[in-house]
């Protein structure tokens, strides 16, 4: 078994009380709704916007200017889903006042989204229990439970949709390669991003798979494209380059939860937010000299983890080869904290043994913490809930989680580089120069 590793006392009950803390801060969040009517930091700042990125989303699936006037960065694949599979009766008006109305009146789309959702827990435990049934607990909570995809689930955001994809093409529950190939190709038209867990198949020579992912996506997009009938290539090209160009944090709200240091690099160079006020001018520029530095160690320890893997592919599991390629991605491009669900998933089919894989595996617990440290707070302000259909004041503050969250996201590739890069160091230096086999066919996912 993939985790079967002997554990001391202390490393045997560690995971548990992760964990623990993970189920302790769901609950916390939940009395939070309860007594104060909007969930708490580091969830989506907004009370009134919950589930919206669904039926906004849906709602734009029925509006024929969804790639020149919303300028989405959807593939065609994304609106079909949501036109199938939603009461387009509740989308009449148009506008964002039919996506609010859509979100009481399409009762569909609100099953469809907490189905999918607990289905990700049911596959995600199934996966861990499939590998290693004395770490599947803790783990499957930390995944079902944890920060990422419940913040996923908060926003109705398509990642969780994704991510079921994703468990089953990657993961130790489909025999089949077609029909992981199909969940691949759907996953990358779900998350353009997506595409990031294919390419490192290359790195092991599964030609053949790598070859039928990137067909199944192709196929997925020609006829999702011919159903919505507009989404070419050149269309959500365009689009993702005017996006990246207006993703530029104003205020601090802006970075509550996410994936990589961009955006508060953005926010510290931004001169219209006070940022020097609050930390001191010499902490924004120790931050400005820190940050850009951190991501090049990170990208740079992957890189020199895709070398050692090309020449012993052999040594290294499937999973984290995957896990190391989206992980590249993803700190690379800023996508939203959520996003961090792909490599904690990954990671935690990682054995307990070994310093780094330690730290990667205590890094992704972490992650799926729900609370954080408050530094500073703001006056209450006046803002609509949606939970409980009122109006309410909120409380926003400064959260450390902002500075060091990504940190805790940027050690588990570079963790996990190290790690490989050693493994393949003692198999060069135990066995000689040559690699021990010539992969010349497909291998299993977990090997």
């Not at 669900?341 to 310093?355: H, K, N, Q, S, V």
Request: glycine share 8%.
């Amino acid at each position: 078994m993939i985790g079967s590793g002997k554990f001391s006392f202390s490393d045997r009950w560690l995971e548990p009380i992760l964990a623990i803390i993970v189920v302790g801060g769901l609950i916390r969040a939940i009395a939070h709704v309860y007594y104060f009517g909007y969930l708490p930091q580091p969830y989506f700042y907004d009370p009134a916007d919950t589930w919206m990125d669904w039926f906004n989303t849906a709602d734009w699936a029925r509006d024929r200017g969804v790639y020149d006037s919303w300028r989405t960065v959807y593939a065609p694949f994304s609106f079909v889903f949501l036109r199938i599979f939603g009461d387009s009766r509740c989308y009449e008006g148009g506008g964002l006042d039919s996506a609010y109305y859509a979100r009481a009146c399409d009762w569909p789309g609100v099953v469809l989204l907490h189905s999918i959702y607990v289905l990700d827990i049911v596959l995600v435990a199934l996966a861990y229990v499939k590998t290693d049934r004395g770490t599947a607990l803790p783990r499957a909570i930390a995944v079902g439970m944890g920060l990422p995809l419940t913040a996923g689930l908060e926003r109705g955001n398509l990642i969780i949709l994704t991510f079921t994809c994703v468990i089953l093409a990657f993961g130790p529950i489909l025999k089949s390669a077609r029909y992981r190939w199909i969940a691949i190709g759907v996953a990358m038209n779900l998350k353009i991003y997506m595409v990031a867990a294919l390419f490192p198949q290359l790195l092991r020579r599964r030609w053949r798979w790598f070859e039928g992912g990137a067909a199944a996506a192709g196929i997925v997009f020609l006829v999702s494209y011919g159903l919505l009938g507009r989404g070419n290539p050149i269309e959500i090209y365009n689009n993702i380059v005017a996006f990246q160009g207006q993703t530029q944090p104003n205020q601090f709200l802006d970075v509550f939860y996410q994936a990589t240091f961009a955006p508060l690099i953005q926010l510290l160079q931004n001169q219209s937010f006070p940022v020097t006020s609050l930390i001191g001018s010499q902490n924004v520029d120790t931050l400005l000299f820190w940050l850009p530095i951190l991501l090049r160690i990170t990208q740079g320890a992957i890189l020199i983890a895709v070398i050692a893997i090309w020449l012993r592919p052999e040594v290294i599991p499937m999973y984290r080869i995957t896990n190391l390629g989206i992980s590249f991605a993803l700190v690379t491009v800023e996508s939203g904290g959520y996003t961090h669900l792909f490599p904690i998933f990954f990671t935690l089919f990682e054995r307990w043994r070994g310093f780094w894989q330690k730290v990667a595996i205590i890094c992704c617990y972490v992650l799926s913490f729900q609370f954080d440290y408050i530094l500073d707070r703001t006056p209450p302000l006046v803002h609509d809930s949606f939970f409980n259909n009122s109006t309410i004041f909120v409380t926003y503050y400064i959260m450390l989680g902002s500075f060091v969250r990504p940190l805790f996201f940027y050690m588990i590739p570079f963790a996990l580089s190290c790690a490989t890069i050693i493994a393949v160091y003692r198999d060069i230096v135990a066995k000689g120069s040559q690699s021990r086999k010539r992969f010349s066919k497909d291998l299993p996912i977990f090997t």
